[in-house]
């Protein structure tokens, strides 16, 4: 049951007596234990019927008790234990999972790993509670992603505006809906993120970023790729080559899946990259300007140069260097 699903559930004041929220993935997790403690009591009944333990702090025979105890003046109590993985002994939890006191929510948060998949105790969970495993989000799905949970609060937001976003934040869920949040605070009346918004309010260059140098990269256009390349040097926190690399390396790959499109329609190719249409010319571009050849030399420099960034066959050579030195090389493939 995904966690969309669950919370709509509580809406309707639907429950089961134990929710164990496991994986890597802690957006939702923290989604649904949110909603949890400030949401499914009222105020008035919070006081008496709802208890938090911290995984590190807790004891398991006293996470038991507290489910076990009725609610007072009530219908239900709320029982949460955050930060489970950190508990000791947090399988003897087994015992309540399996018998668990129906006037009581009790929903564990238990992130960055699973139970064992073997063992009794999570064959109880499967069998017994609401079982979620939460994965991370491919970087592939991020831009969709963030496109809808955009629309969801009201908002729009422009194609380049989105790649600024993603390219920017990366694959942290949490801080891409904060961030989004604050752009809808500092909007006022308007609805529609532009890349100027991104640039004013979340303070990402729209004219010197990743994408850009990827556009850059895209028309061979050397001048400006060193130019950018030189803002990242005067701003090392705007893209670490640990963040620039990776990036130009799934553009790239992606430049390299258009050889194997088997058309030429833009929209049919961007389909079967998985892009917006908006970018595909870049990617079409770079293919007809590099041909089949070029690319394979590009994504092999791209590995080399990754490993040259982390100091294997390199005595320390600066990053910007190292980001000269390749796109030059990448230009000439």
Known sequence: MAVEKIISEW??????????????????????????????????????????????????????NACRRYPMFAERQVVILKEAQQMRDVEKL??????????????????DKKVDGRTSFAKTLKAKAVLVT????????????????????????????????????????????????????????????????IEEF??????????????????????????????????????????????????????FMVFGAGSHDEKSVAAA???NPYFIKDYMQAANLYKFEGVEKILLLLHTYNLRSVGVNDAGTEDASLMKEMVVKMMTA
């Open 11 to 64: 809406k309707k004041n639907s429950f089961k007596p134990v929710y164990w929220l496991e994986g890597e993935e802690e957006y939702y997790i923290d989604k649904a234990v949110e909603y949890a403690e400030h949401h499914i009591l009222p105020e008035s009944e919070a006081s008496f019927n709802l208890t938090v333990f911290y995984g590190r702090d807790a004891n398991w025979a006293d996470v038991i």
């Open 94 to 111: 087994e015992a309540y999972v399996d018998n668990p006191l129906h006037s009581t929510v009790f929903v564990v948060s238990y992130k």
């Open 134 to 197: 939460t994965k991370k989000m491919y970087d592939s799905k991020l831009p969709e992603w963030t496109q809808e949970l955009v629309q969801s609060k009201g908002l729009s937001i422009s194609a380049k505006g989105l790649a600024l976003l993603v390219d920017h934040i990366g694959n942290d869920l949490s801080r891409i809906e904060n961030e989004i949040d604050k752009l809808s605070v500092n909007l006022g009346k308007r609805k529609g993120i532009t890349e100027e918004d």
């Open 202 to 255: 979340i303070g990402v260059s729209k004219d010197f970023n990743v994408f850009e140098l990827q556009a850059a990269l895209a028309k061979k256009d050397l001048p400006k790729a060193i130019r950018i390349i030189q803002y990242f040097e005067a701003n090392p926190k705007s893209a670490p080559i640990q963040l620039v690399l990776p990036s130009l390396y799934s553009f790239f790959s992606k430049v």
């Open 273 to 275: 990259l998985g892009i």
